[in-house]
């Protein structure tokens, strides 16, 4: 899967906090400057003809609402990511922030107890 634009993105993020609307309910959920309607809709059209929302024509408007789901769309994204920037390995990965120092060591100690965790 394919990372979304940031205007595709922050339109996605409008339709999982507000869940199924209509283009104005999405632009009241949107937070700092609001791109314009007919870019909003546009924009809504694009991620339905790409297989991320759905609508249904109701009077002269459509309901939007989405067709994957935030946590999906994370996981296939960061699937997508590690495997072509870090050969599947997600040790790489990790090593690659540890290395940038984007993690410390505590965050680390916190991420095995997670996956020790998820274990038992």
Do not use: C
């Amino acid at each position: 899967m394919k990372k979304l634009s940031s205007a595709e993105e922050e339109a996605m993020q409008a339709v999982w906090k507000t869940g199924r609307g209509f283009i104005k309910d999405f632009m009241d959920s949107m937070e700092g400057p609001k791109p314009p309607y007919t870019t909003l809709a546009s924009t809504l059209k694009s991620l339905e003809r790409k297989g991320f929302l759905k609508s249904e024509k109701l009077g002269n408007a459509y309901r939007y609402s989405t067709k994957i789901n935030e946590s999906e769309y994370k996981k296939r994204f960061v699937s997508s990511f590690v495997s072509d920037y870090f050969k599947n390995s997600y040790k790489d990965l990790v090593a690659f922030f540890a290395n940038e120092k984007k993690i410390s060591p505590q965050e680390l100690k916190e991420v095995i107890d997670l996956i020790e965790k998820s274990k038992s």
